[in-house]
């Protein structure tokens, strides 16, 4: 079993700027994807950013100049840096990682999500 473990999140004015960490433990051969998605209250989770073992990340256009995402193999972490945050960003946001557990097969392992919310 691989848990992912979320801190960062805060209320924060439009403007602002924000880092999201992810730790990731347990039961680890490799993780191949770490990513960030995040889903407003009434809608769907969305992709953020997400990023490969070898450093090739993508973001949603809507966050495309403004956030950041980077990674840690030996740590197992990630990281969500967000600059000029705006209401719209407002949602929970949640940790994935996508990878071979030292069992030999996939694993796809959530994050319990941490709020981020921005006011005008």
């Known amino acids: 079993q691989v848990q992912l473990v979320e801190s960062g999140g805060a209320l924060v004015q439009a403007g602002a700027s924000l880092r999201l960490s992810c730790a990731a433990s347990?039961?680890?051969?490799?993780?191949?994807?770490m990513g960030w998605y995040r889903q407003a209250p009434g809608k769907q989770r969305e992709l953020v950013a997400t990023?490969?073992?070898?450093?090739?990340?993508n973001y949603a256009d809507s966050v495309k100049g403004r956030f950041a995402i980077f990674r840690d193999n030996a740590k197992n972490t990630v990281t969500l840096q967000m600059n000029g945050l705006k209401p719209e960003d407002t949602a929970v946001y949640y940790c994935?990682?996508?990878?071979?557990?030292?069992?030999?097969?996939?694993?796809?392992?959530w994050g319990q999500g941490t709020q981020v919310t921005v006011s005008s």
């Open positions: 994935n990682a996508d990878g071979i557990s030292t069992l030999g097969g996939r694993f796809r392992s």
């Open positions: 990023i490969t073992t070898g450093g090739s990340s």
């Open positions: 347990g039961r680890i051969f490799t993780i191949n994807v």
